[in-house]
């Protein structure tokens, strides 16, 4: 009787995975990698190349955004994003990437995160124009308010809601607590259970405290993990400074097939190169995801116009794929681990090449950084979580304790054990939100492009930004943070 059951159960399984393998396999190997790339082509030509012309602007409003007398300040905000979108994906991601598709993913990863960049803006600024305030005026935001408020959809706002929490508030903090134990298990063979009780008692520290804490923890750790990481990075490009010309050609060449047309055969094709460039940008700066607006819609911008935090969020895209991800990729390239015949794969790829450029201590810088890419996605996972638990709540606190224990709970559940087909669920419920976030995002283009040039009109005339409702006629029936009704007119922005 039991080993009919197993039995049952093993095929049930089997065909759960069957199913939800196909329906990721449709979302991320084809539908959503066209329509994110259309989209941020859509963004970067309606915007006139604004990542490119407001570059060094973007870089001046982060630095005003560390300037704010209460609230959340744009500056942590960035860096709690930041915590969310860096990750393992950008050391094992990378590494994928390269085998997968060669040099000439780099280059179309590259490309991804220069359209990524204007739709980052786009929903970071629609957050900030549909922001309102919590019970404890605190600032709340992203797709799920911009869906109800900006389209009357609020069916649309919860089952994005849904779809991120089952994601990111679950099954992802689950993933990245295993990926922090096995990680500690396999290098110094301690125990899981015990390493994930360390991760649930640390992550309850900062989860327990709410937003606000969590911004200021990213603030000091992401800038911390990052600047180690580049160092490391830099040292072993520096080592072989005279190797870097040389694969920044290869990079180049081997995007567009010149490499193995002139080697006379075709290692990868250019649409190897392609794909895997592409979804290795996708994934890792979650630009058109909808994820990130929910933390940019926390912040006190400054200057005083929600396009300020399209700025912020638009590095955060460029320092996610264009600076982190090339750093493990010139890691890699540069040590040569590629060429030799015992090369390892996913994250033991760029684990050997630091080993063989500077020696087996790297396994502890590589542990630490680990834990620190690993434990810092936890709880900024869980912010994004929060946010929408309170939109399906009316912005209110209840359930939110409820919540967080379960949280903690998946956290040590993930440290613990393995299961597949929770994993598969939530790429395939990210590919839901993905999809419905990006349906929102072109239905409102005009009024986020119109916010847009708003901004860049007033500083074009020499004007410190504001936001002024009565020139969005679109806004003037909604109650948020950006547009009161005249019976509220008087309350504080």
Same mark, same amino acid.
């Given at each position: ?21 196909? *329906? ?12 994110? /790339? ?25 630095? #005003? ?58 929903? @970071?600024?629609?957050?900030? /124009?549909?922001? =309102? #305030? ?42 990245? %607590? &295993? ?7 396999? +290098? ?25 804490? !969590?911004?200021?923890? @990213? ?32 990079? =180049? ?22 794909? +895997? ?21 926390? %912040? ?7 396009? @300020? ?13 264009? /600076? ?10 540069? +040590? ?10 996913? !994250? ?46 009316? &912005? ?8 967080? *224990? !379960? ?10 054990? @393995? ?17 419905? &976030? ?10 986020? !492009? #119109? ?5 860049? =009109? ?17 806004? +003037? ?17």
């Amino acid at each position: 009787m039991d080993a009919t059951i197993n039995n049952w159960l093993a095929i049930l399984n089997k065909q759960l995975m069957d199913i939800i393998g196909d *329906i990721n396999g449709l979302l991320w190997g084809h539908l959503l990698v066209y329509l994110l /790339v259309a989209v941020g082509i859509y963004f970067t030509f309606r915007l006139g190349f604004i990542q490119i012309r407001q570059f060094r602007h973007a870089i001046s409003v982060l630095k #005003k955004g560390r300037d704010v007398e209460s609230g959340i300040s744009s500056y942590q905000i960035f860096c709690t994003s930041m915590a969310a979108r860096v990750g393992t994906g950008n050391m094992a991601g990378v590494a994928v990437a390269l085998t997968v598709g060669g040099p000439g993913a780099i280059f179309w990863m590259w490309v991804m995160a220069l359209l990524g960049m204007a739709t980052a803006f786009v929903e @970071s600024t629609l957050a900030q /124009v549909y922001k =309102v #305030k919590d019970v404890d005026g605190q600032y709340r935001g992203g797709p799920a308010y911009y869906m109800e408020q900006g389209l009357g959809a609020r069916w649309m706002g919860t089952l994005f809601s849904i779809c991120l929490i089952i994601a990111f508030g679950l099954v992802f903090n689950a993933v990245q %607590a &295993n990926t922090i134990t096995a990680a500690l298990n396999h +290098s110094f063979e301690i125990d899981r259970k015990y390493v994930g009780l360390a991760i649930v008692v640390c992550s309850a520290f900062f989860i327990m405290g709410g937003l606000k804490s !969590i911004a200021q923890a @990213s603030a000091r750790i992401v800038p911390i993990m990052a600047v180690g990481y580049l160092a490391i990075a830099c040292l072993i490009v520096i080592m072989n400074l005279s190797e870097l010309p040389a694969a920044i050609s290869l990079i =180049v060449k081997s995007a567009f097939g010149w490499q193995e047309a002139a080697a006379g055969g075709v290692a990868y094709t250019i649409a190897q190169a392609m794909q +895997s460039g592409i979804a290795r940008g996708l994934f890792s700066n979650e630009a058109g995801m909808g994820s990130a607006a929910n933390v940019a819609a926390s %912040a006190t911008p400054n200057p005083n116009h929600p396009a @300020s935090q399209g700025f912020v969020q638009m590095l955060g895209v460029f320092a996610d794929t264009i /600076v982190i991800c090339t750093a493990s990729a010139a890691m890699i390239m540069l +040590s040569g681990v590629m060429d030799q015949p015992d090369a390892a794969s996913g !994250i033991g790829l760029l684990q050997q090449a630091l080993t063989n450029e500077l020696g087996s201590w790297t396994t502890y810088f590589m542990a630490a950084a680990i834990i620190l890419f690993c434990f810092t996605s936890i709880i900024a996972n869980y912010s994004y979580a929060e946010t929408n638990i309170m939109f399906l709540n009316g &912005n209110t606190k209840k359930g939110l304790f409820t919540f967080r *224990i !379960i949280v903690l709970a998946m956290v040590l559940f993930g440290s613990i054990a @393995s299961l597949p087909v929770v994993w598969n669920m939530a790429d395939a419920s990210m590919g839901m939100m993905a999809l419905i &976030n990006i349906a929102a995002l072109v239905l409102l283009s005009n009024l986020a !492009i #119109k916010v847009i040039k708003d901004y860049e =009109v007033q500083v074009k005339n020499g004007q410190v930004p504001t936001f002024d409702r009565s020139k969005f006629p679109e806004l +003037s029936d909604l109650n948020g943070a950006w547009h009161p009704k005249p019976d509220t007119a008087k309350e504080s922005r």
